[in-house]
């Protein structure tokens, strides 16, 4: 399995403190079936600026320890960049990194109450450069709560989505768990990652959430998940059904 969005890089971000928490991390994903794991540490969010050459060293040095501890597990680079105006500058500039350096899929991380008024434009312009946008944990974030169609939107005018493991499996509520499988209804998202931050309270979760996609909408969904995920690290083209609308639920006929 492969992971494309882990904060296991140390001391860098509100994830992995120590080298020692980043190799407990590393274990307990390999324990999952992980074999792969994309590295994202926050970027431009307020409290950490990550850019591209410190992450590509520090994913170095971490997979140097890795094969010191013999522990079965590659780190791969990437980003969790908030949304912001420079974006694109910044890229050719050399600060921004797409995932796994391929410079085709990019992540983009909305505020989690609010979704920037600029967004549409410049995920057109993220696409303008030859880069896919991958919406992380759109699940979470309350303005799509309320109104799923601004992501429908996107992600009909080509972004793609990716959704927390353990948004899946409940440890952000009943709420999230429900829109998160909305979003799989309708084709609104396109892979699961974990968004890990360490061993404790965020922890993985990703056997628990395949098992659960393949028991709801069965293997052929979680292939396609996993397909999109090796496909992203490989630089290669995803799968992306047509998305269609979040249908709103009727209560007692009010709406109806």
């Known amino acids: 399995m492969i992971d494309l ?3 296991i890089l140390p001391g860098i971000d509100d994830g992995a403190q120590t080298m020692e928490d980043s190799l407990d991390m590393a274990r307990q994903a390999v324990s999952e079936g992980i074999h792969t794991i994309v590295a994202t540490p926050h970027h431009q969010n307020g409290r950490y600026i990550n850019e591209k050459n410190e992450i590509l060293q520090r994913v170095a040095a971490l997979n140097e320890q890795l094969l010191q501890e013999n522990i079965p597990l590659t780190i791969l680079p990437g980003q969790e960049s908030r949304i912001y105006g420079e974006m694109i500058e910044d890229y050719r500039n050399g600060k921004i990194l797409t995932l796994n350096s391929t410079n085709k899929y990019v992540f983009v991380e909305f505020p989690s109450s609010q979704v920037p008024r600029f ?18 944990h759109p699940e979470r974030n309350s303005r799509l709560l309320e109104d799923p169609d601004i992501l ?17 499996t409940g440890r ?3 709420k999230i768990k429900k829109f998160s499988m909305d979003l799989i209804d309708a084709n609104l998202t ?4 974990s968004d890990a931050h360490n061993v404790s309270g965020r922890n993985f979760h990703m056997q628990e959430a ?7 909408y069965g293997m052929d969904m979680l292939y396609l998940f ?14 992306k059904d047509t998305p269609e609308k979040v249908k709103k639920k009727k209560f007692l006929g009010i709406f109806g």
């Open 5 to 7: 969005h882990c904060h």
């Open 119 to 136: 967004t549409e434009r410049l995920l057109y312009d993220v696409q303008a450069e030859g880069l896919t946008p991958i919406i992380v």
């Open 152 to 168: 429908y939107n996107l992600v009909n005018k080509g972004a793609m989505t990716q959704v927390t493991a353990s948004s899946l």
């Open 172 to 174: 952000f509520g009943k």
């Open 190 to 193: 396109h892979m699961i990652a």
């Open 210 to 216: 395949s098992e659960l996609i393949s028991a709801e």
């Open 226 to 239: 996993q397909e999109n995920a090796e496909a992203i690290v490989n630089g290669s083209a995803c799968f």
